[in-house]
């Protein structure tokens, strides 16, 4: 049974900074490609950033320099560390294994930024 547990959102002012964890089961995480992906009211779900197998990283033009992901394959998990968050990226935050035709998501964790 596939797992991805997301935590780590909350509220938090304009400016400041969260840490997001998602932790990852049932799945051998190292062959996956890892996203944060996130979806706020009334829009579509958008990618946030992606890790790949390999450790190569991509992202949002709108979180370019603001947002990092990281994976570790020790822990089986991937991480979103974001800084100087704006009420815009007020959202569902969630978690996304890929590989090949193959992807599973978690629940997500909420965002929101006041302020």
């Known amino acids: 049974q596939v ?3 997301e935590s780590g959102g909350g509220l938090v002012q304009s400016g400041g900074s969260l840490r997001l964890s998602c932790a990852a089961s049932g799945i051998i995480f190292s062959i996956y490609d890892m996203g944060w992906f996130r979806q ?3 829009n579509e779900r958008e ?3 992606r890790v790949t197998s390999g ?3 991509n992202y949002a033009d709108s979180v370019k ?4 992901i990281s994976r570790d394959n020790a822990k089986n998990a991937v991480y979103l560390q974001m800084n100087s968050l704006r009420p815009d990226d007020t959202a569902v935050y969630y978690c996304n294994a890929v ?4 992807y599973y998501w978690g629940k997500g964790t909420l965002v ?3 302020s």
């Open 3 to 5: 797992q991805l547990v």
């Open 40 to 42: 706020a009211p009334g």
């Open 47 to 49: 990618l946030v950033a």
């Open 55 to 57: 450790g190569s990283t």
């Open 65 to 68: 320099g603001r947002f990092t």
């Open 99 to 102: 590989r090949q035709i193959t």
């Open 112 to 114: 929101t930024v006041s």
